[in-house]
């Protein structure tokens, strides 16, 4: 995944082929998830393959067949309504998930166990979705779905996910029983956080904001004992009114015990707020 990153921000010309890359590893990986997790323990965890779940154990319908019959539709509505900013490569997606379900439609399942096909597939669809993300594209689907309903009744974005892939559940919920649909929620979280993990990473930065009476001690010490760079805003004592400088700066989680004992050591008496910071790009952290 770095090494196609790094493709991407050093050559140009290659920046297409690896998003197209991106998209057909992804969707591959959401096709397999699917076929040796989520189907066999009938897991419909929202979207269009919760959909093909429903239907091949209502009508033993090919779960290919209906993503595709799902799936290209509301690409063209997509296109039509919303605009054509969703380009080929979402198209790429749209078919090649499918095509990818069934030519794997044989493998023998992973696991039985409907909560562990819950934690497995979540991961896997999460992980697939988090790569065709950095793809700049989607897999279509629901998604779409989601966007038209957002653009002609005013639901935020969210609210129309969640009445999409809830109504999926529920569906799930009537057809096999309330135990599937509770698995299907789980897979629905765990695909959720899964994502998150992909387009942010496992690494967590922490951001200090720092009010102390001896401010030019502690950028000072930042700057040149932790070697990061340090922002200073004006603000004002909400008691007291008078001005009163603080002092932002951002750093990895193994200096930030360092950066609190030098505070502690320049200022003991300083007022530091920390929090977490999810993804920083720019110098002295990752480029995008």
Known sequence: MNRINHLRETNPKLRIAADYLLVLLGSAIIAISFNVFLLPNKVASGGVSGISTILKSVLGLEPAYVQWAFNIPLFIA?????????????????????????????WEPWTHDALLGALFGGIGVGLGLGIVFRGNASTGGTDLAAQIINKYT????????????????????IVF???????ALIGLYVTSKTIDLVQIGFGRSKMAMIITDKQ???????????????????AFGGFTDHERPVLMCVVDQTEFTKLKQLVKSLDPS???????????LGEGFKRG
């Open 154 to 173: 005013g639901f935020t974005l969210g609210r129309c996910v969640v009445m999409i892939d809830g109504l999926i559940v529920l569906t799930a919920a």
């Open 78 to 106: 997509g296109v039509v309504l919303l605009g054509k900013h969703y380009g080929v490569k979402t198209l790429a997606g749209t078919i090649f998930l499918p095509f990818v379900v069934f030519l794997t439609k044989s």
């Open 216 to 234: 030019e001690e502690v950028r000072e010490g930042i700057l040149k004992k932790i070697d990061r760079g340090v922002t200073k805003f004006s």
């Open 270 to 280: 300083a007022f530091v707020v920390v929090m977490d910071a999810a993804e920083v």
């Open 177 to 183: 029983d309330i135990e599937k649909a509770l698995y």
